[in-house]
């Protein structure tokens, strides 16, 4: 049974950073295409960063140069460094894995920037 298990949300200032952490178990990151996406209230879910099989990283214009998607060397916890953190950044996180098909969601982690 996969299942992807997110933390590290919380409320934090503009300009600030967090780090996000998703956890898997039933499944190692390295053999899916990984990625982190958010929604905050009244819109529809978004891409923020994705981490494919293949190693390569890509970004939505809007978090490009403050966020940094990763995983750790045993391939099981995926992150998300959030640096300059900006108001319009709060939303749910949540973080996805897929393959041929089969895509996987984590619950999801508030992040809130605000003064």
């Known amino acids: 049974q996969v299942q992807l298990v997110e933390s590290g949300g919380g409320l934090v200032q503009p300009g600030g950073s967090l780090r996000l952490s998703c956890a898997a178990s039933g499944i190692i990151f390295s053999t899916y295409d990984m990625g982190w996406y958010r929604q905050a209230p009244g819109q529809q879910r978004e891409l923020v960063a994705i981490?494919?099989?293949?190693?390569?990283?890509n970004y939505a214009d809007y978090v490009e140069g403050r966020f940094t998607i990763s995983t750790d060397g045993a391939k099981k916890t995926m992150f998300l460094q959030m640096n300059s953190l900006k108001p319009e950044d709060t939303a749910v996180y949540y973080c996805n894995v897929n393959r041929n098909g089969r895509s996987y969601w984590g619950q999801g982690t508030q992040v809130t920037v605000s003064s």
């Open positions: 981490f494919t099989r293949l190693g390569r990283t």
